[in-house]
């Protein structure tokens, strides 16, 4: 009976050494290859390579920002009659987009004192009503100033000045 044992035992041990190899191996091949693919495509000189040098000598942009006249219009009453005087700067992507602006002044403030003319001051008063008109003011100064013109870039808006009386 001590000879039966020994020999089921034996086979066991045999397997699982002959498993524990079989994943060493694979283990191994794979920690190898992942690091062979890694080296390769960081020190790859083709395309990629040469597009990847050329992003790192881009200089960063310089913002640009248009600071704009201050806007003071009467609110809609909420329920008595009150007025907003606000300070706007407004950073775009480029000069080109500054002086688009600069030129079409007139338009762009007519814009932005409709929509400041349209508002509650209780809409106005939160972080969340300063933020939507953000957005709303960037909608407006992205629309063309011209039929078939293409949209200007704006990228914010900030309040340097919000007074509600």
Do not use: C
């Amino acid at each position: 009976m001590a000879q039966e044992e020994a020999k089921e035992v034996q086979p066991k041990k045999s397997k699982k050494i002959l498993i524990l190899a079989l994943v060493g191996v694979v283990l191994v091949a794979a920690l190898g290859g992942g690091g062979a693919y890694w080296y390769l495509s960081q020190h790859k000189d083709g395309e990629h390579g040469e597009k990847h040098k050329e992003e790192e000598k881009k200089p960063a942009k310089e913002p640009v920002f248009v600071t704009l006249e201050t806007f003071t219009v009467n609110l809609q009453p909420d329920p008595d009659d009150q007025y907003l005087q606000v300070d706007i700067s407004v950073q775009v992507e480029d000069q080109a987009v500054a002086d688009l602006i600069k030129l079409h002044m007139p338009s762009v403030r007519n814009r932005i004192l409709m929509l400041l003319s349209s508002k509650k001051s209780s809409e106005l008063i939160s972080v969340e009503g300063k933020q939507a008109l953000t957005k709303d003011i960037i909608a407006q100064l992205s629309k063309p100033f011209t039929a078939g013109g293409k949209p200007q870039v704006v990228h914010d808006v900030f309040f340097t000045s919000f007074v509600i009386q």
